[in-house]
């Protein structure tokens, strides 16, 4: 679950690392938002898997776990492995780990303006889990928003994979891997940065599942080209086999 963003034309790489499933790409145009496409595990909404493809399609609109809209904003959440919950509970309105993602994708031009609008509702995580949101727009501005003892930290970084990097206690509570992860996509991005789809693709795969022998598998891979409003998808480390589409465009 790796996320970082380059100069040369903005890039977002995402690795959605989990057991087997079945995920759905959903393109969306809505009426009073921007167009997007994004990326659902089905697996996490069974209860609509038996219905027909139009409302499971409909379904899957609120439950994305990452994508890109056609200002250039990409999203996604990372789980962090933390016994620790979020639940906000002030005055907000509520919102949820996916439904807020949804709403990023419709509604948000850029970063700044993603962080604000998270910062207005209570979060909810979904399922209970712990987990932190990359964030980056295609001026080149990458964030990770966490939530630590249920208050919201912003922290401007280039990687992002399953640990905190918000200061203080929380900082670096994770898997050992997912700090090897961020030290790989690190050293890379000072040393030999990706300057396309080729070169982003590449280090997605130098920290997939396959490398660390594990009994879970990189389900998909993306390439979000933020500049062209094209996402790339691979599936199951297969890296040979793209994927294309283009935000807007019928799938």
Same mark, same amino acid.
């Given at each position: 679950?790796?996320?970082?963003?380059?100069?040369?034309?903005?890039?977002?790489?995402?690795?959605?690392?989990?057991?087997?499933?079945?995920?759905?790409?959903?393109?969306?145009?809505?009426?009073?938002?921007? $167009?997007? #496409?994004?990326?659902?595990?089905?697996?996490? #909404?069974?209860?609509?898997?038996?219905?027909?493809?139009?409302?499971?399609?409909? $379904?899957?609109?609120?439950?994305?776990?990452?994508?890109?809209?056609?200002?250039?904003?990409?999203?996604?959440?990372?789980?962090?492995?933390? %016994?620790?919950?979020?639940?906000?509970?002030? *005055?907000?309105?509520?919102?949820? +780990?996916?439904? $807020? #993602?949804?709403?990023?994708?419709? @509604?948000?031009?850029?970063?700044? *303006? $993603?962080?604000?609008?998270?910062?207005?509702?209570?979060?909810?995580? %979904?399922?209970?889990?712990?987990?932190?949101?990359?964030?980056?727009?295609?001026?080149?501005?990458?964030?990770?928003?966490?939530?630590?003892?249920?208050?919201?930290?912003?922290? /401007? +970084?280039?990687?992002?994979?399953?640990?905190?990097?918000?200061?203080?206690?929380?900082?670096?509570?994770?898997?050992?891997?997912?700090? /090897?992860?961020?030290? #790989?996509?690190?050293?890379?991005?000072?040393?030999?940065?990706? @300057?396309?789809? *080729?070169?982003?693709?590449?280090?997605?795969?130098?920290?997939? @599942?396959?490398?660390?022998?594990?009994?879970?598998?990189? *389900?998909?891979?993306?390439?979000?080209?933020?500049?062209?409003?094209?996402?790339?998808?691979?599936?199951? /480390?297969?890296?040979? @086999?793209?994927?294309?589409?283009?935000?807007? /465009?019928?799938?």
């Amino acid at each position: 679950k790796s996320m970082f963003s380059v100069d040369f034309e903005a890039m977002f790489g995402r690795n959605f690392d989990w057991q087997k499933c079945n995920a759905m790409i959903v393109s969306a145009k809505p009426d009073n938002g921007y $167009a997007s #496409i994004s990326t659902v595990n089905m697996d996490f #909404i069974p209860s609509v898997n038996r219905l027909p493809d139009n409302i499971k399609t409909l $379904a899957a609109l609120y439950a994305p776990l990452d994508g890109m809209n056609e200002k250039g904003l990409c999203v996604s959440v990372n789980m962090i492995q933390d %016994s620790d919950g979020i639940e906000q509970n002030s *005055e907000r309105d509520d919102i949820t +780990t996916t439904t $807020a #993602i949804r709403m990023l994708l419709d @509604k948000a031009a850029d970063t700044d *303006e $993603a962080v604000r609008l998270l910062g207005g509702y209570d979060m909810h995580a %979904s399922k209970g889990m712990m987990v932190h949101f990359a964030i980056a727009d295609n001026k080149g501005k990458s964030v990770v928003v966490e939530y630590i003892d249920n208050e919201m930290s912003v922290v /401007e +970084t280039p990687v992002v994979t399953n640990f905190y990097l918000t200061e203080g206690e929380k900082y670096g509570v994770g898997t050992g891997q997912s700090r /090897e992860r961020y030290e #790989i996509l690190t050293e890379l991005l000072a040393n030999n940065p990706p @300057k396309d789809t *080729e070169d982003m693709r590449n280090a997605l795969d130098s920290v997939s @599942k396959d490398n660390f022998n594990e009994f879970e598998s990189t *389900e998909w891979s993306i390439v979000f080209n933020q500049s062209r409003g094209e996402a790339v998808y691979y599936h199951r /480390e297969d890296y040979t @086999k793209e994927y294309s589409f283009r935000v807007g /465009e019928q799938l």
